[in-house]
């Protein structure tokens, strides 16, 4: 492996806050919203069951389910949630506020949501993986930009920038000041407006 390969990733966040992430991601689909859904067979095993409608947050460590990913398949997300949210002047990567470690959760969570996203995230992490992991920075940025339009990338990329801009520092990033009380609302100005279009269009969006 090159000198300029990635750092090992190392996890950012722990259950109880990854699991609370889901819930503000995935909305009404995600556990916050109290759904009751059976994982599917696993390897010909029965899948974990979720939360219900009380969400064990007090003891994460029992979670209902265990996180799915592999350290090769964790640390490709990293790779791939960097390159998509890669740090500025202003902001930290993906991988600096945890997305990898939401994306774990998320893929390992038993919800329909999570479950229709596994099928295409985990082979997908696997597949690119092996082509990233001990690839020279050429040849990774070359499998990295093949990515574009493929289903594994299009749900990882919805999930990453979705998270991203749900953190304190994804809503400095883009200028969002709420919570806090002003006398008028005179909305975003027409620069931060701007810069946020331009950074949507780099995404596809």
């Not at 000041?177 to 008028?184: E, K, L, P, T």
Request: avoid cysteine; hydrophobic fraction near 40%.
């Amino acid at each position: 492996m090159e000198d300029d390969a990635p750092k090992p990733y190392v996890a950012k966040i722990d259950r109880r806050t990854a699991i609370k992430w889901i819930g503000v991601v995935g909305a009404a689909t995600a556990v916050a919203a109290g759904v009751v859904v059976y994982g599917p067979k696993i390897g010909g095993k029965p899948g974990a069951k979720g939360y219900g409608t009380d969400p064990n947050l007090v003891e994460p460590a029992k979670a209902a389910w265990p996180r799915l990913l592999t350290p090769d398949q964790l640390q490709t997300a990293a790779i791939l949630a960097d390159y998509i949210l890669p740090a500025s002047a202003t902001a930290p990567s993906a991988s600096a506020l945890g997305i990898p470690d939401f994306i774990d959760e998320w893929v390992s969570a038993p919800y329909p949501d999570q479950v229709a996203s596994r099928s295409k995230i985990v082979p997908g992490l696997g597949e690119l993986g092996r082509k990233v992991l001990k690839a020279s920075a050429a040849d990774r940025a070359t499998a990295l930009q093949g990515l574009h339009g493929t289903p594994f990338f299009i749900s990882f990329r919805k999930l990453t920038i979705g998270a991203y801009y749900t953190t304190e520092a994804g809503f400095k990033d883009i200028g969002y000041i709420g919570n806090v009380a002003r006398v008028s609302d005179p909305g975003p100005s027409e620069a931060v407006k701007a810069a946020l279009e331009r950074e949507l269009r780099k995404l596809g969006l």
